[in-house]
C-alpha cells in the first residue's frame, strides 16, 4: 500500500564512502523528485525527473548522481561522502503541478 | 525571483488556541499554493492547497486563503490540538517552471495541553 518507499531509513557511514538510496513510487506518477532536509528542516530541491529525463539539476556537487530506470524508480548514488552531506533526504512523486508525495525519508549519517 | 517566506518558528500555544502561521510569496505568473505538514519523524504530506487567486483550502480544521492582492496565503486554525504539533511548510509551485516547487523555510508548531 505504501505510495513513496525509500530504502534504507537509516544510513550511517564514514567520510570517504560511496552510498546509494533507493525510491520506489506505486502511484503512476511521471514525475520524482530528491530533496535534502537539513537539521534546521530548511528542504531543498535537488533533481528532479520527468518521465526518466532530468528536468531540474539545482547546484548540487557532482558527487550526487541521480538515476531513474524506470517511471517508478529514482535512485540516488553519492561519491566520496562528506560530513556535510549529514541531511535526510527524502524522495517524492507527483503529476506534473499537482501534489507532491513524500516518502519516509533516509536519515543519512556521515562520521 | 520566485519564492515563498514563512514567519519564524517556532510558535507555542496552549491547546485550543487560535492559530495562524503566515505565508507570503513573490511569483512573476500566478502560482497554485500548497501547505504540507511534517510530523515528527515523518515525510511531508499535503494538508491543503488552492489553485487560484480567493480559493479557500480546507482540510482537518486547517483553512487558507488564496489572496492575490497580498501574494499571501496564510494558515489558520480555530482551536489547535496537541496533535496538530508539527512542522508546517507553504509552497507554490508555478506552470511555467515545469516540475519546481518553492518551499518556505517551515513553522514549527508545538501545542502545549
Not at chain 1, 80 to 93: K, M, R
Not at chain 2, 75 to 81: A, F, N, P, R, Y
Not at chain 2, 89 to 104: D, E, R
Given at each position: 500500500d505504501t505510495a513513496v518507499s525509500q530504502t534504507p531509513k537509516y544510513l550511517v557511514t564514514q567520510m570517504g564512502n560511496d552510498k546509494s538510496i533507493k525510491c520506489e513510487q506505486n502511484l503512476g506518477h511521471d514525475t520524482m523528485y530528491w530533496y535534502k532536509q537539513d537539521s534546521k528542516k530548511f528542504l531543498k530541491i535537488m533533481f528532479s525527473y520527468n518521465n526518466k529525463e532530468l528536468i531540474i539539476n539545482e547546484t548540487v556537487p557532482n558527487r550526487f548522481s541521480p538515476k531513474s530506470p524506470d517511471k517508478a524508480h529514482l535512485n540516488l548514488h553519492i561519491n566520496?561522502?562528506?560530513?556535510?552531506?549529514?541531511?535526510?533526504?527524502?524522495?517524492?512523486?507527483s503529476l506534473v503541478g499537482d501534489t507532491q508525495y513524500f516518502g519516509p525519508g533516509t536519515r543519512l549519517t556521515v562520521l | 525571483g520566485d519564492s515563498v517566506t514563512q514567519m519564524e518558528g517556532p510558535v507555542t500555544l496552549s491547546e485550543e488556541a487560535f492559530l495562524t502561521i503566515n505565508c507570503t510569496y513573490t511569483a512573476t505568473g500566478y502560482p497554485s499554493l500548497f501547505w504540507y505538514v511534517q510530523y515528527p519523524g515523518e515525510g511531508l504530506q499535503l494538508l491543503l492547497k488552492a489553485t487560484k487567486a480567493d480559493d479557500k483550502g480546507s482540510n482537518k480544521g486547517f483553512e487558507a486563503t488564496y489572496r492575490k492582492e497580498t501574494t499571501s496565503f496564510?494558515?489558520?486554525?480555530?482551536?489547535?490540538?496537541?496533535?496538530?504539533?508539527?512542522?508546517?511548510?507553504?509552497?507554490?509551485?508555478?506552470?511555467?517552471?515545469?516540475?519546481?516547487?518553492?518551499?518556505?523555510?517551515?513553522?514549527?508548531?508545538?501545542?502545549?495541553?
Open positions: 566520496s561522502l562528506e560530513l556535510g552531506d549529514s541531511a535526510v533526504y527524502f524522495c517524492a512523486s | 496564510h494558515l489558520e486554525k480555530g482551536s489547535v490540538q496537541v496533535s496538530d504539533s508539527a512542522v508546517y511548510f507553504c509552497a507554490l509551485w508555478l506552470s511555467y517552471n515545469f516540475n519546481k516547487f518553492y518551499f518556505g523555510s517551515g513553522t514549527k508548531l508545538n501545542v502545549k495541553p
